[in-house]
């Protein structure tokens, strides 16, 4: 298996552009995972899909954030419009039951 | 929720000495605890984890202990070697479908 394979691993866009950052989880995991990491904030969750289902995105930092999950091997985390403040990384990481696994992340920076 | 925190925030050890990090946890309900490495620019990757029915977990060189009266959890790498340095996370979980709550993280630099 190639593991949690997420894309683009570096974007660089202008404020109010919308980003897209891609993620397609291990076969069979059924639990999604998006993280932003941040120096001052450390890993935080931002979203969590079981069986593609959203369960909890209490974490969604507001509403120009949205996540979705059409099938078993795809998700999208969307930020619409950027701001600077949005610079991290972010990652995707997937489980079946414990002990994520995480993908490389994409590192966004909004200038 | 849950609650983690993890300390020392920074560790900085000579080689072939032993490194300690410790983790404290809030839910009582939690049964699932994981430890991440995660090197300059790369992923978390996991490196060990306990669940709430041992109190010490060995691998190699790496173990890990866990006090569930206490809530408290901790890593312990022995003969620690340069590639050791990283930044390493706790976790903990409610097994099943629960997610994890990470500590704030721990840079270990150990010096040759």
């Known amino acids: 298996d190639a593991g949690v394979i997420q894309s683009p691993r570096h974007e660089v866009t202008e404020m109010g552009q919308e980003v897209t950052l891609r993620c397609k989880p291990i076969?069979?995991?059924?639990?999604l995972f998006w993280y932003r990491q941040t120096m001052m904030r450390g890993l935080e969750l931002l979203i969590y899909f079981n069986n593609n289902v959203p369960i909890d995105d209490s974490g969604m930092p507001e509403d120009r954030f949205s996540a979705k999950m059409p099938n078993a091997s795809f998700s999208t985390l969307k930020i619409q419009p950027s701001e600077p403040r949005d610079s991290a990384v972010y990652f995707c990481?997937?489980?079946?039951?414990?002990?994520?696994?995480f993908g490389s992340g994409t590192r966004l920076t909004v200038v | 929720g849950e609650n983690v925190e993890q300390h020392p925030s920074t560790l900085s050890v000579q080689e072939g000495d032993s490194a300690v990090i410790k983790c404290t946890y809030s839910?009582?309900?939690?049964?699932?605890f994981p430890w991440y490495k995660q090197e300059l620019g790369k992923r978390p990757q996991l490196i060990i984890d306990?669940?709430?029915?041992?109190g010490e977990k060995k691998d190699q060189r790496i173990a890990v202990t866990l006090n569930k009266t206490a809530k408290h959890f901790s890593l312990h790498i022995t003969e620690t070697q340069p590639e050791d340095s990283a930044v390493y996370f706790c976790a903990a979980s409610a097994s099943g479908y629960s997610t994890l709550t990470f500590g704030k993280g721990t840079m270990l630099l150990v010096s040759p």
């Open positions: 076969s069979g995991h059924n639990s």
């Open positions: 306990i669940r709430s029915n041992v």
């Open positions: 990481a997937s489980s079946l039951i414990d002990g994520y696994t």
């Open positions: 839910d009582s309900a939690s049964n699932y």
